[in-house]
């Protein structure tokens, strides 16, 4: 503002302001202070985002505090420690959700096929013969409740002991995962408990390819299964083959790189097997996984005790309605 001598307003002088003044440049544009508020505490890379990884727990990235106060993000966190590691999603479909605690099923049989009576030539003006089948009693499977409850207390809570709330984390996964694959290889038993898919097969353990005939070796055992698939008209493929470490270890000593050819089965290596057995199974065709809960988590503060809670928990069901899907395989180790 521009004033004359005896005090009276003769103009107004433009005045400019420079926006930057005071910024440097960082790949953006920071102010000078919060750059070396970012240089004194160091760089922390972001989280890669749900479904790619769990958040990450380091730094300043997120805190412990955060995650207890946001449930989604524990149960994204154990859903992504655990995805690779169920084996019911390699086995059953995912048939949906659940309605009144159980699903009804019908089984399938071996005469379900054809029919009791065959057909036959008809002469002309004839009556033709009646042909029937059996009508099976259906099935029932019922809702299981799995899950558990670990704690944070309020001083690792305050300190930020992203580590110790990690591996909390972690071992509920793991404790979930171990139960249901329990659970799930337990239905596939149960569903041929009367050992009528057993199979006796060869000694992998004592196998030596340089002088035992092929009829010795772990892949006879392995066209044998396709074999008897084919012989039951049942249309199933017989491509995995669910083995306890040892065995898996023997078909990499026998066959090493070669185990991935495309002929050969898949394989699943798991301590859920005993061992010496092995469960050889048609994917998507043994039966249903359905949730009536999905694995979720929730938390709460305990005041008289200072410590925050999480808990986990799952209700899926399993059923085999075709246990011709399923083999078992014994005395791999002799």
């Given amino acids: ?31 000078a202070a919060a750059a070396q508020i970012l240089n004194a505490a160091g760089s922390y890379p972001m989280p890669v985002s749900h479904p790619f990884g769990p958040p990450v727990i380091s730094g300043t990235s997120i805190t412990v505090e955060a995650m207890l106060a946001q449930p989604v993000r524990i149960t994204r966190m154990v859903m992504d420690l655990t995805r690779e590691r169920f084996i019911a999603d390699k086995i059953f479909t995912n048939g949906g959700g659940v309605t009144g605690g159980a699903v009804v099923y019908d089984e399938a049989q071996e005469n379900e096929l054809y029919t009791n009576r065959d ?25 299981e409740k799995w899950g558990g409850k670990t704690f944070i207390t309020d001083e690792a809570r305050d300190r930020n002991d992203s580590a110790g709330f990690t591996k909390l984390i972690r071992q509920l996964s793991n404790t979930i995962v171990r139960k249901l694959n329990q659970r799930a290889v337990k239905a596939l038993e149960d569903a041929i408990a009367d050992g009528s898919r057993n199979v006796v097969g060869n000694n992998w353990a004592t196998y030596d390819p340089e002088t035992d005939p092929p009829q010795d070796s772990p892949a006879y055992d392995f066209g044998r299964a396709q074999m008897q698939a084919d012989n039951e ?10 083995i306890n470490p040892q065995e898996a270890l023997n078909l990499m000593a026998i066959y090493g790189p070669g185990l991935n050819a495309p002929m050969m089965p898949t394989f699943y ?42 808990q986990s928990s799952v209700r899926p069901l399993w059923f085999v309605d075709n246990k011709f899907a399923i083999l078992r395989y014994t005395g791999l180790a002799g």
Avoid at 128 to 139: E, G, H, R, W
């Fill in 269 to 310: 290596s798991t301590p859920r097997v005993t061992a010496g057995t092995a469960l050889v199974v048609a994917p998507g065709q043994v039966g249903q996984q359905r949730m009536e809960k999905p694995l979720g988590s929730e938390t709460w503060r305990e005041q008289k005790t200072e410590r925050t809670w999480v």
């Fill in 233 to 242: 008209e049942m249309g199933i493929d017989y491509s995995l083959w669910i």
């Fill in 1 to 31: 503002m521009l004033l004359s001598a005896d005090g009276n307003v003769v103009g107004i002088e433009p005045v400019t302001f420079d926006r930057h003044a005071g910024v440097q440049s960082y790949e953006g544009f920071l102010t």
């Fill in 119 to 143: 057909v036959e030539q008809v002469e002309p003006a004839a009556e033709f013969p009646l042909v029937t089948s059996d009508q099976t009693a259906p099935n029932v499977a019922t809702v």
